[in-house]
């Protein structure tokens, strides 16, 4: 019988399961077995190649989950807003007046509360290791209430320590921070290209950029980025490649103590510093743009105009390490040191001709 650890990633074949499942591969004092709905797709069989025991599950189904989760020592979970929110079919599946972002929330939710009620069911469990990010509605006294995919996740969080805390204190959390991926056109497939951009930019005649913060170029050799904070604000950002860097510290959460919340990044540093780290790789000029609550809505519609505004608001005035959240943690409180790049680093390896020939 095998002496290795066992953990078990929900979206093996997403950017942070993905990222999960190489590293523990990497470590053959670990067998990987990864979650999917469909295993007979092409990345599904490109993760049993490499040695990953796929079962199918859906975050929906509890039952399925029990199932997947059975003899693990750790589970990785991670749950998606955006790819339900992104389908139309959707829409004809929320309620009367209700909007598809709170549709969406409603949802996410519920599949974050699967995860917890599966894991508590799971027997010689060590640890649940769960992705998620700060409640704008709860750290702002309801202040800020349009952020459903930051809502959803926090609110799966409060069920599952007000529900289980026998496993809440088996439980560690990891808080991505803002996806250098989100640069890249590429990242949320064809919804956001230069071309899209650049219609939204004229739209609001340059007062605003990508909700992606998608560098775009507006004159010749001078690119406009849109920012969560103001220029020349010193506010930081915790800036995370989450494909390369989720595996790295989500191995290094499991090797410290449970009942902490991981603010995970490669670096924490301003907007514009990150902004003018681009610039300089790709010898141009860039700027920082604001825009207002009213001129997001009225070019990207009132659902996902007031859900950008109020995430954008929320990081400005109070990021994603909380205060008054005492368990929140930093990369280098963790009992085994994880190198991870810079942001230049990770900024240096990627094509970006697309945006600068569009």
């Known amino acids: 019988m095998s002496s290795s650890k066992l953990i078990v990633v929900v979206g093996a074949t997403g950017t942070q399961g993905g990222s999960v499942t190489d590293t523990f591969l990497k470590d053959d004092t670990w067998r990987v077995r990864g979650i999917t709905r469909n295993t007979g797709s092409d990345a599904a069989k490109k993760l049993s190649e ?135 056109p590429s990242s949320f497939g064809n919804f956001l ?59 290094g959460i499991v090797a410290s103590p449970p009942s902490k919340n991981l603010i995970a990044y490669r670096e924490n540093v301003p907007p514009e510093e990150a902004m003018n780290s681009w610039a300089r790789i790709n010898n141009v000029k860039v700027q920082a743009l604001e825009t207002s609550r009213d001129k997001m809505v009225e070019t990207m519609g009132e659902e996902l105009g007031a859900e950008i505004w109020d995430t954008f608001v929320y990081i400005k005035d109070y990021g994603f390490a909380p205060e008054g959240d005492p368990d929140c943690v930093y990369p280098e409180a963790l009992a085994v040191p994880v190198k991870l790049g810079t942001v230049e680093e990770w900024m240096r390896k990627q094509d970006w001709s697309p945006i600068l020939n569009a």
């Open 193 to 251: 290209t230069p071309q899209k951009v650049r219609i939204f930019l004229v739209q609001v005649d340059n007062a605003a950029g990508s909700a992606l913060m998608m560098p775009l170029q507006v004159e010749d050799g001078v690119f406009a980025m849109l920012s969560p904070t103001p220029s020349g604000s010193d506010k930081v950002v915790p800036w995370i490649a989450a494909n390369e860097d989720t595996g790295p510290l989500v191995k």
């Open 50 to 184: 490499k040695g990953v025991e796929m079962v199918a599950a859906n975050l929906d189904d509890t039952s399925s989950l029990v199932s997947a989760f059975r003899g693990a020592d750790v589970v990785f979970s991670v749950t998606d807003f955006w790819q339900p929110y992104m389908n139309p079919a959707n829409r004809e599946k929320a309620k009367p007046g209700q909007a598809l972002n709170e549709w969406a929330y409603a949802y996410e939710k519920q599949q974050g509360m699967n995860v917890f009620d599966a894991a508590a069911k799971t027997e010689g469990l060590e640890r649940l290791v769960f992705s998620t990010l700060p409640g704008p509605k709860k750290w702002s006294n309801g202040k800020i209430d349009k952020a459903f995919h930051f809502d959803s996740k926090q609110d799966a969080v409060d069920y599952g320590k007000a529900t289980y805390p026998e496993l809440w204190s088996r439980t560690s959390l990891i808080t991505i921070g803002m996806y250098l991926e989100n640069l890249l």
